[in-house]
């Protein structure tokens, strides 16, 4: 697997503050299990909050992990005062998502206008299982001031 | 847009049935706001408890809405006593999901190997924006019994 | 459906001429049917040149015809001067692609960085059958000059 | 990466024969350059016959060899009597199709409803290039008879 430079040398601080703004990794019970340049693994306890019709987990919340550490994995290679942009992604659903914990990890394949690769695995018993797979492309822009209680911009993107 | 007949004459209470028993709709506030036979719209409020670094509604939690009125759309056509499974989804981001209310259509495309196609909208200031679309294959199965508290299955599928 | 205004008047000509520089459409037996801003219909006849082990279109071909549709169609609103890219694309194969003629009908779903919902038909026996989907991401670029026999490019692009 | 078993001990004559039936790849000058349990590598010359505006090799002809790889690959796990079809795929195209030579390489990720990664490169000026990726589900099915000289099923799929 090629490697890719760091073009901020403080890529874990800007990394980990990024992801530490996204609320809805807190609500979720995810966190950052490890963070290199252009790889990152989030882990996430299982929760019967976050289920579908069969008490696995749903594949919109499996798909909020594999997009977030695609977006922190993209995010090492970013320069300084960049935000990051999904733009789309392609989720493969392998196996019902059941396991004590999961754990999502994301391999950045291009850098720039970025193409991320990121699987999904549920520890069960023991083992890892493989439940699901994304590709996405994403792109850096200038980071943008946050927005207010319903989502909107208060301050332009510059 | 092509229109396909209901197997089961029952199927608002089956599909209803089956929504209220993912209990990720309720906690992210996801409701049914349509339902016809291959039509589905789900509705959400803006919660900061689900959002990414700059406020906007996380694309899993997007995504979350939008693969859950594929799988009930898909749902309206399925025979009594099946399950819906996702195999794939697609989904491109086209704005930031910013706003006070968040619709998500589905339509079934093709019945059978089901593929549907879904749409993201967040309401505000009045308006209805586009915000991300989705393509999704689904499969049924024969229903299965509900996992216990780590999403394991107590009894097998049938 | 939404409609979106063309950047460029001649935008007829220009379009034409782009894919009259597509080699492929050619060895491909594809041309264009109908062409208007943001819509663009392909038509090719049945080939056994371009079959996979069954004696169908090979996907690969049918992807051709859908890709160069949403890239046609996207470049009904493109500014003078550009060429198109396509940054991603995903098929949905829902049936062989068995007939005498085939159609590929793209539509603009969001123009700039733009999103292109395109279907392919199967003209059997008189009626038409829907027999592939694509969504693709395309982007605009400055127009680079052509590149020599081996595919490489002759002059930068400016 | 995992490795997965045959199921049928000819699957090399059997994968080759399949892959001979695609007169696509004839036309397209594609060839089978390795072929291992759940692996497959596919080679094709440059040709201007099948390039887009620029002289770059099409996405569609990059697709069709991606796809061809992923259907062989999952061919040589299949019992014997299957044919293959494919479900679904996502291309992102990374860069210029621009060399010499192309090879699409694909591996299985998950046998049975499978999930196949392919990747394209460009050989040129003794280096190989990553230009695509793809990841498409696959499914086996009866093998069925030919079709007639427009794709009309002379048998039906027993």
Redesign the interface.
Known sequence: MARFEPKNLDFRNVAAE??G????MR?LGISIARLEPCEVDLAMA?S?????????????????????ACGIAAFTLMPAGS?I??????????A?????RFFFRATV??PG?T?CDARAY?E?DGAEH?VA?M?G?LMALAR?E????????LAPAK
């Open positions: 990024t992801f703004r996204q609320q809805a609500t299982y019967h909050e976050f289920t579908q019709q069969n008490g696995f987990v749903h594949a919109g919340v499996i798909t909020a992990g594999l997009d977030t935000d942009l999904t733009v789309e992604f392609k989720t493969n659903l392998l019902p998502a059941s396991g004590e394949v291009k206008r193409l549920a069960r493989l797979t590709t492309t943008r946050p927005a207010n209680s319903q989502g909107r911009v």
